[in-house]
């Protein structure tokens, strides 16, 4: 059974930074592209950014571009979303997927399978 666990979350102030770690069991996550989704209080689940399995591309919302960097550890079989520069619009429960191949893609339906969200809350 393929599970994705991330960490990393919290309460930080406008300006600053987390990192979130995504950590999967089940599946080795080596060919497979993985993606960041977030989902804030009211609104639709939106794509944050994604890696491809063998991290030659990485796509990003125009809402997160310079700000946010993905980035994956197959090793570990982690991927990872580095957060810097946080506005209070960044504040929602952040998701990991994994896709259901290799490419990064946008479409949240083009992932197999997914975390329980981690919450980031960025306070003004």
């Known amino acids: 059974q393929v599970q994705l666990v991330e960490s990393g979350g919290g309460l930080v102030q406008v300006g600053g930074s987390l990192r979130l770690s995504c950590a999967a069991s089940?599946?080795?996550?080596?060919?497979?592209?993985m993606g960041w989704f977030r989902q804030a209080p009211g609104k639709e689940r939106e794509f944050v950014a994604a890696?491809?399995?063998?991290?030659?591309?990485?796509l990003y919302a125009d809402s997160v571009k310079g700000r946010f960097t993905i980035s994956r550890d197959n090793a570990k079989n982690t991927v990872y979303l580095q957060m810097n520069s946080l506005k209070p619009e960044d504040t929602a429960v952040y998701y990991c997927?994994?896709?259901?191949?290799?490419?990064?893609?946008?479409?949240?339906?083009?992932?197999?399978?997914w975390g329980q969200g981690t919450q980031v809350t960025v306070s003004s």
């Open positions: 089940g599946r080795a996550i080596g060919v497979y592209a």
């Open positions: 997927a994994i896709g259901s191949g290799s490419l990064a893609r946008y479409s949240g339906s083009l992932y197999d399978y």
């Open positions: 890696i491809s399995g063998r991290s030659d591309n990485t």
